[in-house]
């Protein structure tokens, strides 16, 4: 019996911005059913690969495949994947329960039990009917995660997913990772939060300028540093190695 294909898998991905280079020639394998953690400072390019990947812009060169489906072919990725972006898409004049409904009648997914369910896990359930133009950030940042989680996706991109939210909110969120990545949806998770990778990512890698300056378990990569080294460590010897390579 054949192994199942990879969730993502990038060669030689390339995107340039009028000729200065955003990533360069990124191979990237990501298993179905795992955490990938991406890591980067500000301007690595991790960015620029998730909209890629999530198909909000074209490659220079290279190719990509989400869910087995090309990049290039929009209509079928966006059937297999949610995204969360670091700022969620939502419409303020709406209540966050019509946020919730009018995405699932776009996807054709008007499961309402399930909306209330995820209102419910999140704690928004008593939120639902406030114009999202009220919700803090923590709020809309929850509403954006049921958003991208309603049509449960085979692939979901998560951006700085615990930003702005509170440490119960934030438990909730890494709980809710670990969940659907058991139930084999594969989680592609880039964040600052270092102690978040270190606890969910099955794999971690850093991307720096461009490109991937290191991959592994989070105990492959501490254990390359030192005895006791933890994520942090790892980040910042790897990316001192590779100081302004273009």
């Not at 009917?129 to 509403?143: A, H, P």
Request: net charge negative; glycine share 10%.
């Amino acid at each position: 019996m054949c192994p199942p294909a990879p969730a993502i898998v990038t060669e030689g991905l390339t995107k340039r911005y009028s000729g200065v280079s955003a990533i360069e020639s990124l191979d990237l394998t990501v298993p179905r059913g795992s955490v990938f953690g991406f890591l980067g400072p500000n301007g690595a390019g991790k960015t620029s690969t998730i909209r890629i990947l999530t198909t909000l812009t074209n490659p220079t060169s290279g190719t990509a495949r989400v869910a087995g489906e090309s990049v290039a072919d929009r209509a079928a990725v966006v059937e297999h994947i949610g995204f969360l972006p670091e700022e969620p898409p939502l419409y303020d004049e709406l209540t966050g329960r019509e946020q919730l409904e009018y995405v699932a009648g776009l996807r054709g997914h008007e499961d309402w039990d399930r909306v209330e369910s995820l209102l419910d896990r999140f704690d928004l359930d008593g939120d639902a009917d406030r114009r999202v133009e009220t919700y803090s950030k923590g709020m809309k940042q929850k509403l954006g995660l049921v958003q991208a989680l309603l049509h449960d996706p085979d692939v979901l991109f998560l951006d700085e997913p615990t930003s702005g939210l509170d440490p119960r909110a934030a438990r909730t969120v890494r709980d809710t990772i670990s969940e659907v990545a058991a139930a084999d949806t594969t989680v592609f998770l880039s964040t600052h939060i270092l102690p978040v990778v270190e606890e969910l990512a099955d794999t971690v890698g850093v991307l720096y300028d461009g490109d991937l300056v290191a991959e592994g378990s989070p105990e492959e990569l501490t254990g390359s540093v030192e005895s006791g080294s933890t994520l942090e460590d790892v980040f910042l010897d790897v990316t001192s190695e590779h100081p302004g390579e273009r």
